[in-house]
């Protein structure tokens, strides 16, 4: 099983739905984000969490907000979608006491907004 | 602010070549990492190699290996050696240590190892 879970891995809704991605890990690490994967683009960050009492709005926020509900599990929300939130979407964590801080990402979720 | 520039949208090489893919970078800071992640077709984010910004010596795993210019803020991947596996988009991407350790990422080069 991987490390960093993502789900949905694919999703296709309409415009002004609300959607959830969930991500979980079993790596025990403390920090957490969420990119968005446009291309030409690269990744871009949009939130993050150094634990479960920490959250911080990264380079793109707005449209879109986070629950961190445990140490494990980071989820964001688009509270209504649009079409120009149609992207590849990563989780990834790292360790606080891992000075070189690594990222260890999620498998992706592909969100399309019709 | 930081940025990373990746200026190869696309690149290929012939299987069993040599090929560098370029990436420089912006930066007042004097201590951070250096990555080169790569994402084959199946999406999934790989770490390739990392290299310390106070060390002078280029990091180098298996076949791939980087030429680290500090001064110069450049940061190249060579892949010698180029496997058919190798097809991928690489992402270039600096870390400060200090300061949250937020990533930057370039907009990544997309290379094709042709049989």
């Known amino acids: 099983d991987a490390d960093v879970t993502q789900t949905p891995r694919n999703r296709i809704t309409k415009t002004g739905k609300r959607i959830m991605l969930e991500c979980s890990q079993t790596?025990?690490?403390?920090?957490m984000y969420w990119y968005r994967q446009d291309p030409g683009l690269g990744l871009r960050l949009i939130y993050y969490?150094?634990?479960?009492?920490?959250?911080n709005k990264g380079e793109i926020s707005d449209g879109y907000s986070v629950s961190r509900q445990a140490q494990a599990k980071f989820s964001l929300s688009l509270e209504s979608a649009i079409p120009n939130q149609t992207a590849l979407y990563f989780c990834?964590?790292?360790?606080?006491?891992?000075?070189?801080?690594?990222?260890?990402f999620g498998e992706g979720s592909r969100l399309t907004v019709l | 602010a930081q940025t990373v520039t990746q200026s190869q949208p696309e690149m290929s090489v012939q299987e069993a070549e040599t090929v560098t893919l370029s990436c420089t970078y912006d930066?007042?800071?004097?201590?951070?990492?250096l990555f080169w992640y790569k994402q084959p077709p199946s999406r999934q984010m790989i770490l390739v190699i990392r290299?310390?910004?106070?060390?002078?010596q280029n990091a180098t795993e298996n076949r791939f290996s980087v030429n680290f210019q500090k001064a110069a803020k450049s940061f190249s991947l060579k892949i010698s050696d180029s496997q058919l596996g190798d097809t991928a988009m690489y992402f270039c991407?600096?870390?400060?240590?200090?300061?949250?350790?937020?990533?930057?990422f370039g907009t990544g080069t997309s290379l094709t190892v042709i049989p």
């Open positions: 990834a964590t790292s360790h606080t006491g891992d000075v070189t801080g690594e990222l260890f």
């Open positions: 790596k025990g690490h403390d920090r």
């Open positions: 969490s150094f634990d479960v009492k920490d959250i």
């Open positions: 930066t007042s800071e004097n201590n951070y990492y």
């Open positions: 290299q310390e910004a106070y060390k002078q």
């Open positions: 991407a600096f870390m400060k240590l200090y300061g949250g350790n937020q990533f930057y």
